[in-house]
């Protein structure tokens, strides 16, 4: 699943270019593929001093933080960007992925951030069956832990379904597809508030 984060990069990228603002994006994108996450972190930094108004410098800053397990920091930098475009898709993206990479954070506000940026996702991004195997994981490792309502069992195998069947080749497939089927079977009736699967 590592791809998810260098199309977004190559996204950012193409736009900034047509934008004329190549210096600071190309610069941290390249830093960001180096793993030299501190100096992409500073040139995103600066990139938004120089302009406040390109919100693809916070949303790349957040994955330099993101990177170095700043979860909490990079968070807030998201924040700031959906609260001046509510469907930026970068950041909503970048908020599910940290949410669900924080070992501190609600599962299900990640869910909520992919629910909200597919679709505005094109069907034929990799972004598109990503974001159904994050909304299955969380909800199967939620399922695992804490428990689902019958809604939320059905939803994470509708993701998981989605998932497998754009990506009938990946690693996990077979292993989600028995998951899947094991789940259908042995699932409790709607009447069950909560169902915990262990």
């Known amino acids: 699943m590592k791809h998810y984060f260098l ?5 950012f990228q193409f736009y900034a270019e047509v934008k004329g603002q190549i210096n600071y994006l190309n610069r941290g994108n390249e830093y960001l593929t180096e793993k030299n996450y501190k100096a992409a972190e500073q040139i995103f930094r600066d990139g938004m001093k120089s302009d406040s108004s390109n919100l693809i ?17 990079a968070q807030n930098v998201l924040n700031r960007v ?5 469907v ?16 501190n954070a609600d599962l299900r506000l990640a869910v909520f951030y992919f629910e909200k940026v597919i679709p ?12 159904h195997w994050f909304i299955g994981r969380a909800y199967q490792i939620l399922l695992q832990r804490d428990g689902l309502n019958y809604n939320e069992v059905s939803r994470m195998l509708q993701c998981y379904e989605t998932y497998t069947n754009l990506q009938p080749d990946a690693n996990d497939s077979q292993e ?16 069950v508030l909560k169902w915990i699967n262990r």
């Open 176 to 191: 989600i597809r028995a998951f899947i089927a094991h789940i259908k079977k042995v699932r409790p009736s709607e009447n």
């Open 88 to 103: 930026n898709i970068g950041a909503l993206w970048y908020a599910g992925t940290n949410t669900f990479l924080d070992s």
């Open 57 to 73: 410098y916070p949303c790349q800053l957040a994955l330099a933080l993101m990177r170095q397990d700043l979860h909490a920091e």
């Open 82 to 86: 959906l609260s001046k475009d509510s």
């Open 7 to 11: 199309s977004f990069i190559l996204i």
């Open 120 to 131: 505005l996702l094109n069907k034929n991004q990799g972004q598109y069956y990503s974001a």
